[in-house]
């Protein structure tokens, strides 16, 4: 139930955040947030090892998303996920962004954006 941020990358100038996680359940967080700034996310690709369902949002309480951004994304065993924002989405200031998966099974998350 945890996730591993394999690369976490962030500044202002913009991030990548890859994190894998066997068991998303309980909601994660991806970017953590940054005082006085929000989090604006210009691309997202889940990969899924098993078949459940990912939402990607802003905040936690009480172990799921505060606020639903994306989802739920429906998932298939061993298949990715890509999107792109031609607009980026922003994350309330001082929030950070976090991920949350309907049960265990192994997901890669890779998110690209900027701080500001």
Known sequence: MAITLVTDSVDR???VANGNSADLSGCETLVSAV???SI???KISVSFGAAITVTIGAGETTGAVTTVLIGPLYGA???TIELVFTRPIKVAAATALTADASGAGNVTIVVQGYIR
């Open 13 to 15: 100038a913009g991030f």
């Open 35 to 37: 005082a006085g700034a």
């Open 40 to 42: 604006y996310v210009e």
């Open 77 to 79: 065993a061993n298949t």
